[in-house]
């Protein structure tokens, strides 16, 4: 099976960075994701690693390390619109397309 | 933009009654999925769908579930006796293929069986 975990929650101040961790034990790593799921709604595709390194998208940045089964999403200039729980999934190859999903982190952006 | 839809957004049943929870995928994608979320908890995959046929499916999806895409646009998840612990968000979610990048997710449907 897979595990996948993340801290539950997390609070940072508008303007500021922060980085959410996700490490995962998968056998036949295919891809980690990123997505952001605000309270009542779908999750939302944030960022796609697999290789190693780090993935630049606006203020949003995602890094992996495969050897080390761990990433991170980074947030830059922290807006109250980023309050939301951000969930790490993880694609094995050893189950086709289905992605296993981290509880998610909730994150709280105060003023 | 195109998205994935889903109807109704909130469904009411009764212990024991059959549902049927409707999704729109985008319309070039070939690779259909449902998920759903109990309230407070994470994301659980259920079914995976390509080609008329299911690809994957996880421990919870058991006999009293079943998916189909009974025309060209719509992709549906039925279960048949509901329980008191089916009440969740039911996901529906798409992608272009198999090794794409993203699967877009739908807005939900929320399942609440009395």
């Known amino acids: 099976g897979q595990n996948i975990d993340q801290p539950t929650e997390m609070t940072a101040t508008e303007g500021a960075i922060v980085q959410i961790n996700c490490t995962y034990q998968?056998?036949?790593?295919?891809?980690l994701f990123w997505y952001q799921q605000h309270a009542g709604e779908a999750p939302t595709f944030l960022s796609y690693?697999?290789?190693?390194g780090l993935e630049e998208k606006g203020r949003f940045s995602s890094f992996l390390s495969r050897s080390k089964g761990y990433s991170y999403l980074l947030l830059k200039e922290l807006q109250m619109k980023d309050s939301a729980s951000y969930l790490c999934a993880v694609r094995d190859n050893n189950a086709g397309n289905m992605l296993t999903f981290g509880g998610g982190t909730r994150l709280m952006v105060k003023p | 933009e195109p998205e994935v839809t889903q109807t109704p957004s909130h469904q009411v049943t009764q212990m024991g009654q059959e549902v049927i929870l409707r999704c729109v995928p985008i319309s070039n994608h070939l690779y259909f999925y449902w998920y759903r979320q109990i309230l407070g908890q994470k994301v659980e995959f259920l079914v995976s769908f390509y080609n008329n046929e299911i690809s994957e499916k996880s421990e919870i999806f058991d006999d009293q579930f079943s998916v189909e895409r009974p025309d060209g646009s719509n992709f549906t998840l039925k279960i048949r006796s509901t329980k008191l612990e089916d009440s969740a968000m039911y996901f529906c979610?798409?992608?272009?293929?198999?090794?794409?990048?993203?699967?877009?997710f739908g807005p939900g449907t929320r399942l609440t069986v009395t």
């Open positions: 998968t056998s036949g790593f295919n891809g």
């Open positions: 979610a798409s992608s272009e293929s198999g090794g794409t990048r993203e699967q877009y």
């Open positions: 690693n697999v290789l190693d």
